[in-house]
């Protein structure tokens, strides 16, 4: 499941929670990932009347399953072989260690660099702004000067005549 699944009153109408022996929760860089960690515990818990038993520890993960080598599905790995070789009793064990790191995304751009194109865009437009600006300024000192020039051409025509 992924943590979008609506309200926390939602749970009690997933089946599945009732059914399996594992839970993953998908995508769990999304926002409200760890509420939906939490809650689906507990329900986890209630499902299975296991009230003596802490929340933490009920077989829930939290999993990136695009991201390479992440801890949630690791753990998840783990436990699905552990399952696997209770139920069958055939010789499913891994060597494999995982540990006990919580799943969280790494980002190849930070997040608060998210919109980096756009500020370069933005600097862009913002440079080709101050590029005509600067060229109006030189017109109009450019013009500035030619009327001071005019002025002065005027001034000595007048005294000649």
Known sequence: ??????AATQLEKIDMIDYADLIAIN???KRGALDALRDVK?????TRNLWHSNPDEMPVFG????QFNDPGTNQLYLQ????????????????????DEMSEKIYII????????????????????????????T???NLDGTIGHLKTLDASHRRRC
């Open 139 to 141: 017109t109009l000192y």
């Open 27 to 29: 995508k769990f860089d």
């Open 42 to 46: 507990k329900q986890y818990q209630r």
């Open 63 to 66: 999993t990136i399953a695009s």
């Open 1 to 6: 499941m992924t943590p979008e699944f609506g």
């Open 80 to 99: 699905i072989m552990r399952v696997l070789h209770e139920k069958t009793k055939t010789p499913l064990e891994s060597h494999f260690a995982a540990t």
């Open 110 to 137: 930070p997040p608060d660099r998210i919109r980096y194109l756009a500020e370069i865009s933005r600097k862009m437009t913002v440079r080709k702004w101050v590029k005509e600006q600067a060229q109006l300024a």
